[in-house]
């Protein structure tokens, strides 16, 4: 049974959690008219899918503490999902990242996960959550909105001039 709880110093060695691959499965399009943001998951072609896993983090326990919560996932004492909550620049908490080894997805934990940081938000006061997913990781931005958040923007220069050009940053928000 998984158990979600914040990370404390004694098991701070848990959040250093490695990335692990995840299917890039085709890009999300968003617009914005009349006020409304709509999208439309646009699935590669057959064949077109890929594999990507981010570079480690390299997390430092004592040095983010006092500007970071951590948020761990377990199953007994092993670390199998990882949350970073950071203070936002206005009403909502800055979920910072976010992943679960892939044994353990498609079983609810990232949900618990984002529940846990909800409510570690609005204890401090937020209204909510606040994150951002690229468009052509289209698993983590559905993943987003079926757990309750909705998109609140769209970053389409972020990448501009590095080696992730092309893509675009969906800001997506979970009110309280």
């Known amino acids: 049974m998984i158990e979600?709880?914040?990370?404390?110093?004694?098991?701070?060695?848990?959040?250093?959690l490695p990335n692990e691959p995840f299917l890039l499965s085709g890009r999300m399009a968003v617009?914005?008219?009349?006020?409304q943001w709509q999208y439309e998951a646009?699935?590669?072609e057959p064949g077109q899918a890929a594999w990507q896993t981010f570079p480690d983090e390299h997390y430092d326990y004592e040095a983010m503490k006092?500007?970071?919560v951590f948020v761990g996932a377990y199953e007994g004492e092993q670390c199998v999902g990882l949350a970073v909550l950071q203070p936002g620049f206005f009403r909502?908490?800055?979920l910072y990242d976010l992943k679960v080894n892939k044994a353990f997805r498609g079983?609810?934990?990232g949900r618990m996960l984002i529940d846990r940081c909800r409510e570690i938000a609005l204890a401090q006061g937020y209204l909510g959550l606040y994150t951002q997913g690229q468009d052509n990781n289209l698993g983590a931005c559905l993943f987003y909105l079926h757990t309750g958040f909705y998109i609140g923007g769209f970053d389409s220069n972020v990448y501009k001039g590095t080696k992730q050009e092309g893509k675009a940053d969906i800001i997506f928000y979970l009110d309280g």
Do not use: N
């Open 4 to 16: 979600v709880r914040v990370i404390d110093q004694a098991h701070a060695e848990d959040i250093r």
């Open 31 to 35: 617009s914005y008219t009349d006020g």
């Open 42 to 44: 646009l699935y590669a």
């Open 66 to 68: 006092d500007s970071s």
């Open 92 to 94: 909502y908490m800055y």
């Open 107 to 109: 079983r609810q934990t």
